[in-house]
């Protein structure tokens, strides 16, 4: 797979990446899902920690990642609620970072360790196609609340229904996603770039020609110092410029572009590279002023 880090000779300026793989808790939404599930401050604090444990890479996602539904047994009504909430809380810029790349051309997927209900509701409201969002399913005890009430043909009254276990997948391991990605784009042409907050996403980082660390919920010091690239903003706009390169970024709006560099001056991209730095410096923000007199 190339590299950003080795351009071929022949390349000039920054590349564009046709397909963009974003990660959603504290990435796309400023929550984390599975936390938002604990109703009592005690048992909150308790799947915070060991949230927080998995994603500073700590512990292993695959050793809390059953233990924190256990400890929350949700119902399936509250685990549909979380699209809901993910949406109250999207990260600024998101759902233009998202429209504008697909309207660019560029395959936008969602690969998360979150639940796939949600998950896939909150994505497909984003504009992110339902065949390219990949998360955990879990299943319900069918016997649980009013469970003479259960009907197939009236799938609503089984939002009683308790967990009852996780299906087991790649996702619900701390270094699951490489795998996950190469299905989704394996064989495909064009570049591709990672985008997440949490050390699950910074191993899956050999999967993609590029992975972009995000800070702008947490900043998890792992992901920070590792990371090619880390967004220290609030906003994901800044997104559009490493994923867009400097010449597909131009197809923006103006207004849209300026939004982009006052956000970039504001709060600059923290690279790990120099190299990088020096030529996302030289290939796309050289030029700014040239293009913005367009």
């Given at each position: 797979m190339?590299s ?12 564009y990446y046709?397909h963009?793989?974003?990660?959603c808790?504290s ?9 938002h599930l604990?109703?009592?401050?005690d048992?909150?604090q ?11 890479g700590e ?5 809390v990642?059953?233990?924190r539904?256990?400890l929350i047994?949700?119902?399936r ?5 979380l ?10 810029g998101?759902?233009?970072?998202i429209?504008n790349?697909i309207?660019i051309g560029?395959d936008?997927?969602i690969?998360?360790?979150?639940l796939?209900?949600p998950v896939k ?6 504009g992110?196609?339902a065949?390219?969002i990949?998360?955990?399913?879990i ?8 469970w003479?009430q259960?009907?197939p043909?009236?799938?609503?009254k089984?939002?009683n ?6 299906r087991?997948?790649e996702l619900?391991?701390?270094n699951?996603?490489a ?10 042409t064009?570049a591709?770039?990672?985008?997440g907050?949490g050390v699950?996403?910074?191993?899956a ?10 800070g702008?919920?947490?900043t998890?010091?792992k ?7 880390f967004?220290q903003?609030?906003?994901?706009l800044?997104?559009l410029?490493i994923?867009?390169?400097n ?9 849209l ?13 923290y ?8 030529h996302?410096?030289s ?8 293009h913005?007199?367009?």
């Amino acid at each position: 797979m190339s590299s950003i880090f080795e351009p071929a000779p022949a390349a000039t300026g920054w590349p564009y990446y046709q397909h963009i793989i974003f990660d959603c808790d504290s990435t796309l939404s400023t929550i984390e899902g599975i936390d938002h599930l604990a109703a009592q401050p005690d048992t909150k604090q308790e799947i915070v920690a060991l949230t927080n444990a998995a994603m500073d890479g700590e512990m292993t996602l695959g050793a809390v990642y059953g233990k924190r539904l256990e400890l929350i047994s949700p119902s399936r009504q509250a685990v549909l609620a979380l699209a809901q909430h993910y949406l109250t809380h999207v990260v600024p810029g998101a759902r233009q970072v998202i429209s504008n790349l697909i309207e660019i051309g560029c395959d936008v997927y969602i690969v998360s360790g979150g639940l796939i209900e949600p998950v896939k509701e909150f994505g497909i409201s984003l504009g992110v196609p339902a065949v390219n969002i990949r998360a955990v399913e879990i299943e319900y005890d069918q016997l649980s609340g009013k469970w003479w009430q259960n009907n197939p043909q009236f799938p609503e009254k089984a939002h009683n229904q308790r967990y009852l276990a996780y299906r087991h997948s790649e996702l619900s391991e701390s270094n699951g996603k490489a795998k996950i990605i190469q299905q989704l784009i394996g064989g495909k042409t064009g570049a591709s770039l990672l985008v997440g907050d949490g050390v699950s996403d910074l191993m899956a980082r050999n999967a993609v020609d590029l992975f972009v660390g995000f800070g702008g919920v947490v900043t998890r010091e792992k992901v920070l110092h590792d990371a090619p690239i880390f967004i220290q903003s609030k906003s994901l706009l800044q997104l559009l410029a490493i994923a867009l390169g400097n010449q597909q970024f131009y197809k923006l709006s103006k207004a849209l572009r300026q939004s982009v560099c006052d956000s970039l001056a504001q709060q600059p991209l923290y690279f790990n590279r120099k190299t990088l730095q020096r030529h996302f410096e030289s290939s796309f923000i050289s030029d700014t002023e040239l293009h913005n007199q367009t």
